[in-house]
């Protein structure tokens, strides 16, 4: 079981993505009393998604998806890619159930996410909003906040080394758990999820 659980949609080893995911995932364990994973998908060998049921994943693609389950807010990152996610994290939404035909889990649903994007230079900035949130929402999802974009100049060897964008990763990581203690909490908040 994880509270806060890093999804790094990079096969990248380093990943920049990672590094900054790190970040917000170490701030959100320094300022609470939580835990966090990383699923970072060049570990995971995953099947590609072919619809089937949530149960006949094997091997990586169901340690994945466990991990995904047992997990109870996000912080999801990708490298930009043609202006949008990376294909690698595609997939995985792909896999995600949503609580219709392949399982009755829907692991995203009202659950907080925290958007991390990094990207060579900052045109593809609103690939977060264009790109990311739709699929947030459509999985009925509560995002944090804006997000947090990172360009390859704020990095030195796959490190971030800007020191405003290390503290707004500190605070989308705190933010995220917030978010998370106040779903729990909330009477409401816990059961819009997706219309359709
Ligand atoms: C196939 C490919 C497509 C890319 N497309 C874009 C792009 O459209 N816009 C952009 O800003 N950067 C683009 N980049 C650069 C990556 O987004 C950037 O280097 C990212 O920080 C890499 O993250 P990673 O180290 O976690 O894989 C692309 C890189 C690759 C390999």
Redesign the pocket.
């Known amino acids: 079981m994880s509270d806060l659980l890093g999804i790094v949609g ?1 096969v ?1 080893t ?5 590094a900054a995911i790190e970040i917000s995932l170490q701030a959100a364990e320094n300022e609470f009393d939580v835990n966090t994973e990383i699923l970072h998908l060049a570990e995971y060998d995953l099947d590609i998604a072919d619809g089937r049921k949530l149960d006949e994943y094997t091997g990586d693609t169901a340690d994945a998806l466990n991990l995904i389950i047992n997990s109870s807010a996000f912080l999801i990152g990708t ?5 949008s996610y990376s294909g690698a994290l595609k997939n995985l939404f792909d896999l995600i159930p949503r609580g219709q035909w392949q399982s009755d889990e829907a692991p995203l649903e009202d659950r907080p996410i925290g958007l991390i994007a ?4 900052d ?2 900035y609103l690939s977060i909003s264009h790109e990311l949130e739709p699929i947030a929402s459509f999985f009925g999802s509560h995002q944090v906040g804006s997000g947090v974009y990172v360009n ?1 100049s704020q990095f030195d060897d ?1 490190q971030v080394t800007d020191k405003e964008i290390i503290a707004r990763l500190e605070t989308l990581g705190k933010a995220t758990i917030e978010l998370s203690k106040a779903v729990d909490n909330a009477q409401y908040l816990s059961q819009l999820g997706p219309q359709f």
């Open positions: 990079s990248s380093p990943s920049k993505t990672r490298p930009v890619y043609r202006g990094t990207g060579a230079t045109h593809h390859s796959h």
